[in-house]
């Protein structure tokens, strides 16, 4: 029997997809990264008895990345990126294993069937499957065909049948142009950001970022928000003068007229127009209308819509709102939410969806009305020719789905039944009036047929009051007439709906991409998410837009990224070259960068103003070990320390505290040590800022503190406080926190295991000694005489924080509440120890049966 392979985008993906074509008799189990489930079962496929087997990726299996040196800021010049840095498809997430995985669940199959998202990166995804697993499949006889390519845009039975039984191929040009994109973006991305990061990091202490980042799509993104800041700031607002009148009606009420001239700026006119006016008694009629008027429906929903109602009206960022979109769509509620089309096909089941919330307690009465009567076609709108509109396919409540998921699948939900609705119909009664020389005129509004608005309320033509009945030539009794003083308004911030409009008006992004390139500019301290989802650029965001429009404007202005993606689209659609594009496009940059290099001087006057230099930033903390003056520690990202006598900095670990430790030096260098800490529950390390960042040993890298250091003699290193082997990430050793009493700590110095032990104890020292059992360092620990746990009054202690039935019941083991991706690099820490051998290398066995006192409390 031969085997077909079936592979998702996400596991809740493939779990749902495997039980409606399996019809729920299949038998499951985890994969070998224990992330990705493997779900079997037996069927036919072109006409043949099979088996089938299901599983799924996590997003894209590989990323692109430079090779070796070139992601090492310090030994490549930033120029090179754009043509001589050779490139490499590496795993995206190394710790899932996902290319062997799919290699073994590929191996021996006949058939592949690619269920991945059906967009631009969902095509290349499917390469990227393909490329690990095509190697290890059977091969295939003949001209047989063995790659097939499913195309659904919902997680319902009817979809997923139908996409089965149209098997289609994955699409080349599509996954090209999105590695063309990706290479565009990283070579550009890298050069620019390398660039100015390492200039003005290096001359200005409160940046407060630890990254200066620049994008093709994130720098035009923050130049939209900047562009309204400056209009904000020069913003000059001027007086102006309006009449307002109101007349009294039989009725014993009044109606309040407004002037048709608007508004005046001079303010002799206007008290002019009101002395005249002031003189009238009556108000005469000059005309009256009445005309019935629609309000459309709207259209139906796509990516950008739902993304623009989502951060205006529920409150959501658009990374945010996507991704709860994206989990509603894997659990089958809605179908696929990135689509740019507004426009329903002719043969879309527009009942089906509806029938599906006829029973709903918010919105039967409506539905039930609509399938009776029968449903209004929707509006036409544009036809991307990706995926239908967004739609609810099955019913859902409050109860089921909870808090923002439930807001936002009602929004879309309240959405597709009002595109199916009528449109609201409502009589608009005018009455023109003249009082003395000037003429006013009064509205009113009255509903004939509330149509799509019961069901989307906000949407409602406002409740006014009906306007009497009156001909032309009749009078009423002027009130009064006033004369209000008014100034003009500057604009406001930019909300994130209005940027998302303005990205998509100048083509920036894409629909899945634009609240990343939103997020990103607030993760880098561009700019500041204000109440009412407004975007207030930062001085940093600020200075560097200005900066980039000095130099090149072209860098900030959306008019070369949108070139730039039209091109890429034609890449998908197979009318361009995708060497060509690439080529000339990464030419165009790379002039542009060297420009912007010979110009930086430009920007640097601008940052002069807003920022200070480091000699001025920050304050004293310990002392440089080549002048031994003070150096001061700048805690504004990328914290760091600046001798200025020296002119010399030094970086430090990120997200924790730093504070000096005890005056004490490092043998080395005679720089004072500080610490590191990332709170009380969590891990701390003392480091040398010299040696962190220029490693005094081989196996030491930068940016490592003493616990990594394999200094054979210093108190503070790897070699004198080193324990053994980490239970859970094996590159790493347990080290022993000395400063960590009357709570002690012992924590990994590479992962962010971190295990309390010895509450109370008065004193825990390394011993020379090892374990016989495991070989790992034994711990000499010394408790108050009050509080000691050992039996018989005894005070001390001599173990193995591994095998000592003793120390067993004294270890507990947690995670670090905080851990810097420095702390999880691959490689070993290798530290020799007073006559043991050396921590983590072979000879130090990992305790099997005996591990229990750490690797119980970690299960």
């Not at 009449?243 to 009420?253: G, P």
């Not at 809605?334 to 599906?356: A, M, N, V």
């Not at 998410?529 to 000095?550: A, D, F, M, Q, W």
Request: proline fraction near 6%.
């Amino acid at each position: 029997m031969k085997t077909v392979l079936m592979v998702a985008e996400k596991p809740s993906l493939a779990q749902s997809i495997a039980r409606i074509l399996s019809r729920g008799s299949m038998s499951s189990h985890k994969g070998l990264n224990g992330t990705c489930s493997v779900h079997e079962y037996t069927g036919t496929f072109a006409g043949q008895p099979v088996h089938f087997k299901m599983t799924s990726v996590c997003g894209h299996v590989m990323t692109l990345d430079f090779l070796g040196k070139y992601n090492k800021w310090d030994k490549v010049d930033p120029a090179e990126l754009f043509s001589q840095a050779p490139t490499e498809k590496k795993e995206a997430n190394p710790k899932l294993n996902m290319v062997k995985f799919l290699q073994v669940e590929g191996k021996g199959c006949d058939y592949i069937v690619l269920w991945l998202d059906c967009d631009k990166e969902g095509e290349n995804i499917c390469f990227e499957v393909l490329d690990a697993v095509l190697p290890v499949m059977n091969q295939a006889h003949g001209s047989e065909k063995t790659v097939f390519r499913a195309r659904f845009s919902s997680i319902t039975d009817t979809d997923i049948c139908n996409a089965m039984a149209h098997l289609g191929e994955p699409d080349h040009n599509e996954a090209l142009s999105v590695d063309a994109r990706q290479e565009l973006d990283l070579r550009i991305g890298c050069a620019f950001t390398r660039f100015q990061t390492k200039y003005f990091q290096g001359k200005y202490g409160d940046l407060d970022s630890s990254l200066i980042s620049f994008g093709p799509c994130q720098t035009p993104t923050l130049g939209f928000c900047v562009e309204r800041h400056d209009k904000i700031q020069s913003f000059k607002p001027e007086t102006y003068w309006v009449l307002q009148a109101k007349v009294n009606t039989d009725q014993d009420r009044s109606l309040l007229l407004d002037w048709d001239r608007v508004r005046v700026f001079d303010r002799e006119i206007a008290q002019m127009f009101l002395n005249m006016t002031k003189l009238e008694k009556k108000a005469q009629v000059e005309a009256t209308s009445k005309k019935e008027k629609a309000k459309q429906r709207p259209l139906a929903l796509n990516t950008v819509e739902m993304l623009r109602v989502a951060s205006s009206a529920l409150g959501m960022g658009p990374q945010h709102a996507m991704q709860t979109a994206e989990r509603l769509y894997t659990q089958g509620y809605i179908s696929y939410p990135r689509t740019e089309t507004t426009h329903y096909p002719e043969s879309f089941d527009l009942k089906g969806p509806l029938r599906q919330q006829a029973n709903h307690p918010y919105w039967a009465d409506t539905v039930k009305q609509l399938l009776a009567e029968g449903i209004n076609r929707p509006r036409k709108g544009h036809d991307a020719g990706d995926h239908p509109p967004i739609t609810p396919m099955r019913s859902a409540t409050e109860a089921e789905l909870g808090g923002e998921a439930w807001r936002l699948y009602e929004y879309i939900t309240r959405h597709f039944i009002a595109t199916v609705s009528h449109d609201c119909r409502y009589l608009q009664s005018t009455i023109s009036f003249r009082i003395g020389p000037e003429r006013f005129t009064c509205m009113g509004k009255t509903v004939i047929s509330p149509g799509f608005t019961e069901i989307m309320p906000w949407q409602s033509v406002p409740l006014e009051e009906s306007l009497p009945t009156c001909q032309k030539g009749d009078t009423f009794a002027v009130g009064e007439v006033k004369m209000l003083e008014k100034q003009t308004s500057p604009p406001d911030y930019l909300t994130e709906a209005e940027l998302i409009t303005l990205m998509e008006k100048h083509g920036i992004g894409t629909d899945a991409s634009i609240p990343v390139h939103i997020n990103n500019i607030c993760q880098r301290n561009y700019v500041v998410v204000e109440s009412g989802r407004r975007l207030k650029p930062t001085n940093l965001g600020i200075v560097l837009v200005h900066g980039y429009y000095k130099i090149d404007a072209e860098l900030v202005l959306p008019t070369i990224r949108s070139a730039v993606e039209k091109q890429l689209n034609l890449i998908a659609q197979g009318k361009a070259d995708y060497r060509q594009v690439l080529g000339h496009t990464l030419d165009i940059f790379k002039r542009k960068f060297h420009y912007f290099v010979d110009s930086i001087a430009g920007m640097d006057e601008l940052m002069e103003v807003s920022f200070s230099p480091l000699a001025a930033t920050g304050k004293p903390l310990s002392r440089c070990g080549k002048c031994h003056r003070f150096m001061k520690y700048i805690q504004a990202k990328p914290s760091r320390l600046h001798c200025s006598h020296c002119d010399e900095t030094y970086t430090l670990p990120q997200n924790g505290t730093i504070k000096l430790y005890k005056e004490l030096r490092c043998p080395l260098d005679d720089f004072e040590l500080v610490l590191w800490s990332s709170g009380s529950r969590g891990k701390s390390y003392p480091l040398c800022p010299y040696c962190s960042n220029h490693p005094p040993f081989r196996d030491m890298k930068k940016g490592t503190g003493c616990n990594e250091c394999t200094h054979p003699t210093c108190q503070h290193s790897l070699s004198m406080l080193g324990i053994g082997q980490c239970v859970e990430c094996e590159s790493g050793v347990l080290v022993l926190d000395p400063t960590s009493g009357p709570k002690w700590r012992v924590a990994c110095n590479r992962c962010n295991v971190v295990a309390h032990c010895f509450e109370n104890a008065h004193r825990v020292r390394v011993s020379s000694d090892t374990c016989g059992a495991c070989e790992a360092a034994l711990l000499d620990v010394d408790f108050n005489k009050a509080k000691s746990p050992l039996p018989g009054d005894a005070t001390q202690h001599v173990g193995c924080v591994f095998c000592d039935p003793i120390f067993q019941e004294l270890v507990e083991l947690k995670h670090a509440a905080s851990c810097h991706p420095m702390h999880r690099g691959p490689g070993r820490r290798q530290g020799r120890g007073r006559g043991r051998r050396p921590a983590g290398k072979p000879g130090a066995r990992r305790p099997k049966d005996k591990m229990s006192a750490l690797a119980a409390y970690f299960v």
